[in-house]
C-alpha cells in the first residue's frame, strides 16, 4: 500500500469515527462489569495461549510476548470494530479491558516460562540470546558453487 493510499484510508476511517453516532448504552456502560471480565480474561487467553505456542520456537523471551500482545490486541480491536459496524455496541472500555487482559496474561505466561525455563545466556530474561561462542559463530561461510547455479552458504552455529 503505498503512502497515499495509506493516507486516504487514514481518513476515512478517522471521518468514519468522528461521524458515526454515539452508542445507546455509551452513557450505559460502567468500567467494572460482566462483559468487562469477559473482555479481559478471553484477551488473557489469547495473549498467553499465542506466548505458550510460540516459546519453544525461540530462545528468547520477547518474541513470544510481541507476537501474544499483537494476537490479543488484534482480536480486541476487530472485535470492537465489528461492534462499531453495527453488530454490537462499540466501547473504547471494552478495549481498555483487552488491553489489560493482554497484559495480565502476557505475566502470567511469562512468569510460568521463567519457572519452566529458567534464566540463562541461553533463554536471557528479555532480549536476545548471546551467540554460542563470539560474533564469528553465526557469520555465514561461503562454500564451493553447487551444480554452476551459484555460492552455497552455510550457517555455522
Known amino acids: 500500500m503505498t503512502g497515499r493510499a495509506r493516507s486516504i484510508v487514514a481518513g476515512a476511517v478517522a471521518s468514519a469515527l468522528l461521524v458515526a453516532p454515539r452508542s445507546a448504552r455509551a452513557g450505559d456502560d460502567p468500567w467494572f462489569g460482566r462483559d468487562k471480565a469477559l473482555h479481559a480474561s478471553v484477551s488473557a487467553a ?3 495461549a499465542t ?10 523471551r520477547y518474541p513470544p510476548l510481541l507476537l501474544g ?6 482480536a480486541g480491536a476487530v472485535k470492537e470494530l465489528h461492534d462499531l459496524a453495527g453488530y454490537g455496541d462499540p466501547s ?13 496474561g502476557l505475566a502470567i505466561a511469562w512468569g510460568i516460562d521463567l519457572l519452566v525455563r529458567g534464566v540463562s545466556s541461553r533463554h ?6 548471546e551467540p554460542a561462542s563470539g560474533a564469528a559463530a553465526t557469520q555465514p561461510s561461503v562454500g564451493p ?3 554452476g547455479i551459484g555460492p552455497a552458504v552455510t550457517w555455522r552455529w
Open 46 to 48: 489469547i495473549a498467553g
Open 51 to 60: 506466548y505458550a505456542v510460540s516459546a519453544p520456537l525461540f530462545d528468547a
Open 69 to 74: 500482545a499483537g494476537v490479543s490486541i488484534a
Open 92 to 104: 473504547w472500555k471494552d478495549f481498555t479491558w483487552d488491553v489489560i487482559g493482554t497484559a495480565g
Open 124 to 129: 536471557p530474561l528479555v532480549s536476545a540470546p
Open 145 to 147: 558453487v553447487r551444480g
